[in-house]
């Protein structure tokens, strides 16, 4: 059965999956949302590859006992550094520790992801989905590029979604003012707008020795969501949890993309699971991505000197 380009992740997800088993000795990772789900999933796999971890978490009193287990079972380094993804001011406060601490980052994973049902403006007065998901990883991101590229060969790793699917980023719109807020369309914007940035900064990182994708960690049991009301948490841990897989298949997905020579021609692509897919039209849009880019530049002040566009917001 030949399946249509909009639905091709459907197979792909029951394919076969590659796998790697290179042992990342000398290794320095640093992983976002690194406390629950497909971060804390990954950080445990590095683990098991002997790397040595950064833990850029939220929550320092979750972050202590998965930090000692680690150190206790592998006997690598783990550090914790506290960075929340709503506030570009703590995400800034982070990546200056990382930059001013570490010599070098390997691989970078940023698997902090949110989904809301509700529509929350953050305290930079953008839509919060959008901030978490989209803005803060990129400015993270960003911030962390020099090093990157002093670290090179390095790779960047963004946890993005089959999600990206259920709507486009509008740039004239980001808080939902003139559209319905959904919880499928708000985290659908913000997957989209993250798309279009690592399609442009695969473009600037050509040469540098730098390798960037986005990956869909496949249909995985794993906490998000778990900030919205009693029914959806009701809903999810009765229904929808049932149907979903071990969190482990992201983290040895993710181990393959960090470690395997063959991802390193295909920066800028977009992952489901291992197996390399077409993302939604409307994620492909060319322009779309340059004005994304310029977008995320000036929400996040990374240049204060780009020309503000009208009603932005």
């Keep these: 059965m030949k399946w249509p380009e909009q639905l091709q992740f459907i197979p792909n997800g029951k394919m076969k999956q590659k796998t790697s088993d290179l042992n990342m ?8 949302g690194a406390t629950s789900g497909v971060g804390k ?4 796999k590095f683990a098991e590859a002997h790397a040595n971890l950064v833990m850029v978490v939220r929550n320092q009193e979750k972050a202590n006992p998965i930090k000692d287990m680690i150190e206790n079972t592998y006997h690598v380094k783990v550090d914790i550094v506290i960075a929340d993804f709503s506030d570009f001011d703590s995400v800034r406060q982070a990546a200056t520790y990382i930059n001013n601490n570490y010599e070098k980052i390997d691989i970078l994973v ?12 953050s305290k ?7 901030t978490t998901n989209h803005l803060s990883i990129f400015l993270f991101t960003m911030l962390l590029i020099d090093k990157l590229k002093e ?5 960047i790793i963004q946890v993005n979604s089959e999600g990206h699917r259920f709507y486009s980023t509008k740039l004239n719109d980001l808080n939902f003012k003139k559209h319905i807020y959904t919880g499928l369309r708000s985290y659908g914007a913000s997957k989209t707008a993250q798309l ?6 695969a473009k600037q990182l050509k040469d540098s020795g730098v390798t960037i994708i986005a990956m869909h960690p496949g249909a995985v049991k794993t906490n998000i969501g778990q900030n919205n009301g009693f029914l959806y948490r009701l ?11 071990d969190v482990h298949i992201s983290s040895d997905a993710i181990h393959y993309l960090a470690t395997s020579p063959e991802v390193l021609a295909h920066s800028g692509e977009f992952y489901n699971l291992t197996i390399l897919e077409i993302p939604a039209k409307h994620a ?22 780009a020309k503000k566009e009208e009603s932005h917001v």
């Design 25 to 32: 000795d000398g290794y320095t990772c640093v992983i976002s």
């Design 41 to 44: 999933a990954t950080l445990i």
């Design 110 to 121: 940023n698997s902090v992801g949110i989904h809301s049902t509700k529509k929350h403006l």
């Design 124 to 130: 930079h007065h953008i839509e919060l989905v959008y």
């Design 151 to 155: 670290s090179q060969p390095s790779r």
């Design 196 to 201: 279009y940035t690592v399609y442009e900064l």
């Design 235 to 245: 809903s999810s841990k009765l229904f929808t949890s049932m149907l979903l897989k």
């Design 284 to 305: 492909r849009d060319k322009n779309k991505q340059e004005l994304i880019w310029k977008s995320s530049l000036e929400l996040t002040g990374l240049n204060l000197n």
